[in-house]
């Protein structure tokens, strides 16, 4: 069991105030080899070399911080001035080479850690905390008002990781964790514990938070319903399969017993054919796909997977990454990224919500336009920047859907700016849609 500190910035103290021996990327002890690049000692030099990674581009500044032996200090120092940037330099740094990455990560104060991990996307942030290999320490540091998010990101991938997590809290600090989760996150995670467990930890969320505590039960209850279908479906496909084998071993018999040789091999099955005397399986729902629970506050009759269908020759898979405010999902998002690196991003929002007021790119440079889609659907473009020289096109729908998505041109890529426009243009081309000036 660990200690859950309290939200007095004790956690905050700055790598480059560590004591002990810091590893180089490639798991050597940095040292005096440290000095081709920075002065050690001097703090004008360190000052120098973190503006520098502060002022340029972020490719840039990334290939001048994978040079750096002492990553740690100076990425101390640079979260100080820019948060963003240290950030976005480490996640990079995890794509590019994991293991370099989880070292530095290890070597990092648990909740400054797990503050750079809350700029970081989800995904990201569920692979770094498995890098650094002690989920429960960052989460604990963090406290319940931000540590409920990074244990959301654990519940997204694999709720059973996430339940181990909550589990080394003291019971006392589950329910203050489970109620900032995401609530269809939560209840993934309380499932998993045993039925006396979970009571106890939604008793003492209804002492303080009656209305998460009905949330969680409903989500938990969608859960154990959905699973309860599927168990079914299975059980009704495995004896349609049964009847049919049972059904072909019998016509062989039949066919083997007549003589195969006979001039109507099939006589067996003569005579007038009855299209209702063909066994078929029982009547059962159709199965659901896997983004099948539509959150409260959502219509159930929702466009999104039809949306994320016509994408399917593109993406084999989508990353599901909710939002949610006041334990109640504000924003459904899901996002895959093609083979040739580019993002597809759908977002909706909730009917509780003003739709397409946060999440939507309020660049002043920004382009803007009329798009029309397959159905008949239509709305209005936004061409931006997504990064500097990478650009991004938001698609709103009109109407009441509350639909919006994206396309971003790859992170890594040798077309310049204008290039990569073209290609977002033609992919949305290819899948049914027209841009308009």
Not at 215 to 224: D, G, P, S, W
Not at 391 to 417: D, R
Request: aromatic content about 6%.
């Amino acid at each position: 069991m660990i200690n859950v500190p309290g939200a007095d910035g004790n956690g905050a103290q700055k790598p480059s105030q560590q004591t002990g021996a810091t590893f180089a990327s490639d798991g050597s002890i940095a040292g005096l080899a440290a000095g081709r690049d920075i002065n050690i000692g001097s703090p004008s030099s360190i000052n120098d070399l973190v503006l520098e990674l502060q002022h340029l581009s972020l490719n840039g500044a990334f290939q001048r911080f994978r040079k750096i032996d002492l990553k740690a200090g100076v990425l101390g120092d640079l979260a100080v001035k820019d948060p963003r940037r240290a950030s976005d330099l480490v996640e990079r740094l995890f794509k590019a080479d994991p293991a370099g990455a989880g070292q530095l990560i290890r070597q990092l104060d648990a909740a400054f850690a797990g503050k750079l991990m809350l700029l970081m996307r989800p995904s990201a942030r569920a692979d770094l905390m498995a890098a650094h290999g002690a989920p429960a320490r960052i989460i604990g540091s963090m406290g319940p008002d931000d540590g409920a998010a990074l244990l959301s990101d654990l519940a997204r991938g694999d709720s059973g990781t996430a339940a181990n997590v909550l589990a080394a809290f003291a019971i006392t600090h589950r329910a203050d964790y489970i109620r900032q989760m995401e609530p269809h996150l939560a209840a993934r995670v309380l499932n998993t514990f045993p039925p006396a467990d979970a009571e106890e930890i939604i008793d003492r969320l209804k002492t303080n938070d009656r209305n998460a505590a009905e949330v969680l039960l409903v989500e938990m209850r969608a859960i154990a319903e959905s699973a309860r279908r599927e168990r079914l479906l299975r059980s009704k496909a495995l004896a349609f399969m049964l009847v049919s084998g049972a059904l072909l071993v019998l016509c062989v018999f039949l066919f083997a017993t007549r003589g195969g040789g006979s001039a109507q091999p099939d006589a067996v099955v003569a005579g007038p054919q009855n299209p209702t005397s063909t066994v078929q399986p029982a009547s059962s729902p159709s199965p659901e796909p896997a983004l099948s629970i539509v959150p409260r506050g959502f219509p159930p009759d929702h466009l999104l997977r039809d949306d994320l269908a016509q994408w399917s020759d593109v993406c084999d898979s989508w990353l599901d990454e909710p939002e949610a405010k006041n334990n109640q999902v504000t924003r459904l998002i899901y996002s895959c990224q093609t083979a040739q690196g580019f993002w597809v991003v759908y977002t909706q929002y909730s009917s509780n919500v003003t739709p397409f007021s946060f999440g939507k790119p309020n660049q002043a440079d920004a382009v803007g336009g009329s798009w029309t889609g397959p159905d008949q659907r239509r709305g209005t473009y936004l061409l931006y920047d997504r990064d500097p020289g990478r650009p991004g096109i938001w698609l709103q729908e009109a109407g009441t859907s509350h639909v919006a998505f994206m396309v971003w041109a790859p992170e890594k890529n040798s077309l310049n700016e204008q290039q990569l426009e073209v290609s977002l243009r033609e992919l949305l081309q290819e899948h049914g849609y027209k841009l308009t000036s």
